[in-house]
């Protein structure tokens, strides 16, 4: 059973950011609603542990309140983020919207130190894009898709080999996915899975499978039985040997996805996956990251400052804990760690929503005059009605 365990509020305000998992720590770089090319990239640690944030500090070389030394990035939005060892390898993304900058640029940071440097690199790099996705298997990573400003949408795969740090394009064969922007692609094994994403007229809903030791697509089945519907902007990771899929948006439907689906590599095939729980309304170009059995999601366009836990395969305990804070029970016979839990699972804005909720409740048990609980949980989930998309033309 999956649960929405954690909902936590008052986080980094982030969309469009990169993020990954290094042991219990969830690392987040860049992002945010403006890019100005004069400002370092922000960096913030989100511990698993206690559930509470932290910013890094800002690299300075001495030269003024602004100045940053030239390893490190700038700030940037649709980069990418992939970890090898004690690495993170941070590549491409928008750095200026007003004249549509792209980088190109490897940047490398250590886990350990947290210390930025430029790789000395060589060989065939790809041409500066973002919305593109990266993944690693190994001590190589791989860049496939995106966007650049010499062609367009792109569907071109390229490897980094972070021992020797030379570029390389890949001569692939079959039939390659189409070109997109705002996809995902998830090793699973040896293979990369690619989905969805945003084509020059559809949003696409097929799954397409690249064998890094052929380096060749693979045929698949054209038609399956049941399917999501094409997005763009979701959020993908592997667990178990299987692909989740979270969200997404459609400009063509003007729509934004909630909607949780698994996919079996070995059937080739979609369930739609229905988590206990409340989770976000609306999840598209959120942060994602698998620490253990939990699954952490932030930031993103309607909920940039808010962060949620899925539990793939949630104790006794951890439900229990879970349904204290949903129908604000008491806590004061609670023992202390428990209490302590508790209040890590929530913030003080939670805190006092949980006092509302619990008012409410005792009013309208005295008989008076109904007062909803939750709008939102009076709402029928068919029939949500999905904000209308704001349209970002240098995002799309």
């Known amino acids: 059973m999956l649960c929405w365990t954690v909902h936590l509020k008052g986080g980094p305000k982030r969309l469009f950011h990169a993020a990954l998992a290094v042991g219990h720590r969830v690392y987040s770089f860049g992002g945010c609603g403006s890019v100005n090319k004069r400002d370092q990239i922000d960096v913030h640690v989100f511990n698993t542990v206690s559930l509470r944030w932290m910013k890094l500090p800002p690299v300075r070389n001495g030269k003024g309140a602004s100045s940053f030394p030239p390893e490190v990035p700038s700030n940037r939005?649709?980069?990418?983020?992939?970890?090898?060892?004690?690495?993170?390898?941070?590549?491409?993304?928008?750095?200026?919207?007003?004249?549509?900058?792209?980088?190109?640029?490897?940047?490398?940071?250590?886990?350990?130190?947290h210390r930025w440097y430029r790789p000395k690199i060589s060989g065939t790099a790809p041409e500066a894009r973002y919305n593109h996705s990266a993944c690693d298997l190994?001590?190589?990573?791989?860049?496939?898709?995106?966007?650049?400003?010499?062609?367009?949408?792109?569907?071109?795969?390229?490897?980094?080999?972070?021992?020797?740090t030379v570029w390389s394009l890949i001569n692939t064969s079959g039939v390659p996915a189409p070109v997109s922007l705002g996809h995902s692609a998830t090793i699973i094994g040896t293979k990369m899975f690619v989905f969805g994403g945003k084509g020059y007229r559809s949003h696409h809903n097929n799954i397409r499978v690249f064998d890094t030791e052929t380096s060749s697509w693979l045929s698949t089945p054209s038609a399956l039985p049941c399917l999501p519907?094409?997005?763009?902007?979701?959020?993908?990771?592997?667990?178990?040997?299987?692909?989740?899929?979270?969200?997404?948006?459609?400009?063509?439907?003007?729509?934004?996805?909630?909607?949780?689906?698994?996919?079996?590599?070995?059937?080739?095939?979609?369930?739609?996956?229905?988590?206990?729980?409340?989770?976000?309304?609306?999840?598209?170009?959120?942060?994602?990251?698998?620490?253990?059995?939990?699954?952490?999601?932030?930031?993103?366009?309607?909920t940039p400052d808010d962060l949620y836990i899925l539990d793939l395969s949630p104790s006794l305990k951890t439900l229990c804990k879970t349904a204290v804070i949903q129908h604000g029970l008491e806590q004061l016979g609670l023992p202390h760690d428990i209490r302590w839990e508790l209040a890590a699972m929530t913030n003080r804005k939670q805190r006092k929503e949980n006092s509302l909720l619990k008012?409410?409740?005792?009013?309208?048990?005295?008989?008076?005059?109904?007062?909803?609980?939750?709008?939102?949980?009076?709402?029928?989930?068919?029939?949500?009605?999905?904000?209308?998309?704001?349209?970002l033309p240098s995002f799309r």
Not at 88 to 105: D, F, R
Not at 156 to 162: A, E, G, S
Not at 282 to 295: E, S
Not at 371 to 388: I, Q
């Open 229 to 302: 519907k094409g997005r763009r902007y979701h959020s993908a990771l592997a667990y178990n040997g299987e692909l989740f899929i979270f969200g997404g948006d459609n400009l063509r439907l003007e729509r934004t996805f909630s909607d949780l689906w698994k996919f079996n590599p070995q059937t080739f095939s979609w369930r739609k996956v229905e988590p206990k729980g409340k989770g976000p309304y609306w999840m598209h170009r959120m942060g994602i990251c698998c620490v253990g059995d939990r699954v952490i999601l932030f930031g993103g366009y309607w």
């Open 138 to 164: 190994g001590k190589v990573m791989y860049i496939f898709g995106g966007v650049n400003l010499l062609t367009g949408y792109t569907n071109d795969i390229y490897k980094l080999d972070t021992t020797t």
């Open 77 to 113: 939005k649709g980069h990418t983020a992939a970890l090898i060892e004690d690495i993170i390898y941070i590549w491409g993304g928008l750095v200026s919207i007003e004249v549509e900058e792209i980088c190109n640029v490897l940047y490398a940071f250590d886990v350990n130190t």
């Open 359 to 391: 008012r409410k409740k005792e009013k309208n048990d005295n008989g008076r005059e109904r007062v909803p609980v939750s709008g939102a949980e009076e709402r029928d989930e068919e029939t949500r009605r999905t904000p209308p998309l704001k349209r």
